[in-house]
């Protein structure tokens, strides 16, 4: 500070400031915690957040966080629930679920009836959760040979019958697509157990079902950003391209 002009002008003070508080750390707020269980009855594994929650980076860093606090909150305990305002997680070992794998890469689980009740939930074993199981082998099997998007039935009789979909990225090769579809097949219902009606986004691939028909139908029940935080390595080619979508 010794050598610093008398009088910095206005100009150069606010560029000065600027870069002293660039020099402070910023910090991520820890999710705002509700509830715990250090004795879960849960059969299955679960990591979710609310379908109010449109931030994607909140959503894994809640999730995040809950695998750390979990083991302070329940030291010891193999059967733990953890509820804050942000995320749910529920496990059965001493580590919190995580995705497996980097291929494809877990961005959201859109899970609106994850409560238990006889209207937006399954039974095991039930005939839907059959449905259910043909559904989402009938998705594997097609995205070998699809082109990217391909939707499928399983059932007969209403309200047990299984409405399903995937949609690959465009620029993805067909092995990409078919590997996403196949993980998130297994994934969807583990992310989100007994629910009827799930969506589950990957950087590759969307996959969804429900025990209601969507088919041609636009849904505004959820609205969900998820932003590419990558830049643009040709901006040119980028503008043209927009160009010519709209």
């Known amino acids: 500070m010794a050598n610093l002009p008398h009088k910095i002008p206005g100009k150069a003070l606010f560029v000065y400031s600027m870069c002293l508080l660039s020099l402070i750390p910023t910090t991520k707020a820890d999710p705002t915690f509700r509830s715990k269980d250090c004795n879960s009855n849960a059969p299955n594994d679960l990591a979710v957040c609310p379908s109010n929650q449109t931030n994607p980076d909140v959503c894994r860093d809640c999730i995040d966080y809950a695998s750390r606090d979990a083991v302070v909150r329940c030291p010891g ?43 937006s939930t399954y039974a095991t074993n039930s005939t839907y959760h059959t449905n259910l199981k043909t559904l989402l082998s009938g998705l594997s099997s097609n995205s070998n040979s699809s082109i990217g998007f ?21 620029d993805v090769s ?73």
């Open 77 to 119: 305990s193999k059967l733990v629930s953890i509820v804050y305002d942000e995320c749910t997680v529920r496990y059965s070992n001493v580590s919190a679920p995580t995705i497996k794998g980097a291929d494809p890469t877990f961005l959201y689980t859109e899970c609106p009836n994850a409560t238990l009740s006889t209207t």
């Open 150 to 170: 391909y939707n499928f039935t399983a059932g007969s009789s209403s309200p047990d019958v299984a409405y399903g979909l995937f949609i690959c990225r465009g």
């Open 174 to 246: 067909a092995a990409v697509c078919r590997d996403c579809v196949a993980y998130a097949a297994g994934d969807v219902v583990k992310q989100c157990p007994r629910s009827k009606q799930v969506t589950i986004w990957y950087d590759e691939c969307i996959l969804r079902y429900s025990n209601v028909s969507s088919f041609s139908t636009l849904d505004t029940s959820f609205r969900l950003i998820l932003r590419n935080p990558q830049n643009v390595t040709n901006s040119t080619s980028f503008r043209d391209a927009l160009g010519e979508m709209s």
